[in-house]
């Protein structure tokens, strides 16, 4: 059974620090990227960051550059997002998803949902200001 779960949100001030993760199992995941996404209340999701799985390639979105980090080493089956200087509305539930390795080389296809085959349940981030 192919699980993605997410961890590590919580409650913040602003200008502070967290660091998700996202274990990945039940599958060769490879040929695989994985794609952090958030979704406010009344908002659409949207994609903030996507990582090839061997960690050497790397896409952000304009609202995070800068401030938020996507990494994985080599030999683990964990993806992490470091978010740094959080702001107020970066409050939202964050999802990690993983979806064929294609989907990196595309400014549409990274921010397309329907691109990516696997999801978490989701860690909320809330940052208080």
């Known amino acids: 059974q192919v699980q993605l779960i997410e961890s590590g949100g919580g409650l913040v001030q602003t200008g502070g620090s967290l660091r998700l993760s996202c274990a990945a199992s039940?599958?060769?995941?490879?040929?695989?990227?994985v794609g952090w996404f958030r979704q406010a209340p009344g908002k659409e999701r949207e994609c903030v960051a996507v990582?090839?799985?061997?960690?050497?390639?790397?896409f952000y979105t304009g609202a995070t550059k800068g401030r938020f980090t996507v990494s994985k080493l080599s030999a683990e089956n964990t993806v992490y997002l470091q978010m740094n200087n959080l702001r107020p509305e970066d409050t939202a539930n964050y999802y990690c998803?993983?979806?064929?390795?294609?989907?990196?080389?595309?400014?549409?296809?990274?921010?397309?949902?329907?691109?990516?085959?696997?999801w978490g349940r989701g860690t909320q981030v809330t940052v208080s200001s």
């Open positions: 998803a993983a979806g064929t390795r294609d989907l990196i080389y595309s400014l549409r296809n990274r921010q397309s949902e329907r691109r990516y085959d696997y």
């Open positions: 990582i090839s799985w061997s960690g050497a390639t790397t």
């Open positions: 039940g599958r060769d995941f490879s040929n695989y990227a």
